[in-house]
């Protein structure tokens, strides 16, 4: 990097200025404590009041002497010692307000003394000012804080109040969706209900029920009750009735033989001779096998033919086993 520092001007400091510009401190002149308000002079209403005290005194100090206050103080003298607030000691009054010096010694302190009470009250004055000003500005502070936090206060009820509105709609809103869908739903289930009535035929309705009209509810309470009359009658019944005959069946022509198809028995047989047959029936009792055994063996014993022939079992058999049993 190029050095350009001792290319580049640079201006004078303020620090350097004031050593130039100040003095140099003679050795035998007196030394002068400087305050705050010596850099400054008197102002407005505090001049004004330190004239008119100066001029009180001076008029107080001299009124009786011949050659009159003016001499005292005259005034220009007058005017720079009110204006000059840096104006410390006597010897300030005489070298810098001009006053003479056999004045200054004589009444120099008082117009000091004088001097300070002034200013010790018009700074009493200011910082009372500013005390007030600051508590002023703090209850200020205190009244904006106050109503920042009222302000924000009535904001989070807003905020609530809509949040809680909100929350009412939400709800409002999903019973209604609630009741909504619950009604959808009753339609659809009607709506299907009808389409089946329409697709199933009508059903047939029950005829008309006819009411029953209890008989002879004079004579007998409800429930009934037999009585003793009752009780006689019902006995005196039973001891004159008779049973009632019963007809007694008929033997059948047509179930006096049974016959049923044989097969590998012949439609004519020479060796057996005809015997009368009885026909089965379900009423007929049962037939023990040792009396069809003789008929079983002459069917197993004759050629089969192709035509069935029908096989009847002898009465006299049948009659046998009505015996045996």
């Known amino acids: 990097m190029l050095q350009i520092d001792h290319i580049i001007p640079r201006p004078p400091s303020p620090s350097a200025d004031r050593e130039e510009s100040e003095p140099a401190l003679e050795h035998d002149a007196p030394l002068r404590v400087l ?46 010692i009110a204006t000059k607030a840096r104006l410390r000691t006597i010897d300030d009054f005489i070298s810098i307000a001009g006053w003479e010096d056999v004045f200054a010694h004589t009444h120099g302190a008082e117009v000091l003394a004088l001097l300070s009470s002034l200013d010790n009250e018009h700074h009493a004055t200011i910082e009372q000012e500013k005390i007030e000003r600051a508590e002023a500005r703090h209850r200020s502070v205190l009244a904006k804080h106050e109503e920042t936090k009222r302000i924000r206060a009535e904001e989070k009820l807003a905020r609530d109040e809509a949040k809680r509105v909100q929350r009412e709609e939400k709800i409002q809103a999903a019973q209604a969706s609630k009741e909504r869908k619950a009604r959808e739903k009753a339609a659809e289930r009607a709506r299907k209900a009808a389409e089946k009535a329409t697709r199933l035929p009508p059903r047939r309705g029950h005829p008309p029920a006819i009411p029953l009209s209890p008989k002879n509810t004079d004579r007998r309470p409800h429930p009934f009750t037999p009585t003793a009359h009752d009780l006689e009658a019902k006995q005196n019944s039973r001891a004159t009735t008779r049973p009632r005959p019963r007809p007694t069946p008929k033997p059948s022509a047509a179930l006096s033989s049974i016959t049923f198809p044989l097969y590998n028995i012949p439609s004519t047989s020479t060796s057996t001779p005809s015997m009368p047959s009885t026909l089965l029936t379900p009423s007929t009792p049962f037939m023990p096998s040792t009396l069809l055994a003789p008929l079983t063996s002459l069917m197993l014993s004759t050629p089969s033919t192709s035509t069935p022939s029908t096989a009847c079992i002898p009465d006299s058999t049948l009659l046998a086993h009505h015996r045996i049993q």
């Open 35 to 80: 305050s705050t308000s010596s850099v400054s002079n008197r102002r407005h209403d505090h001049l004004n009041q330190v004239r008119a005290r100066l001029t009180a005194w001076r008029d107080d100090t001299y009124d009786d002497q011949p050659w009159g206050p003016h001499a005292l103080l005259p005034p220009t003298v007058l005017t720079a």
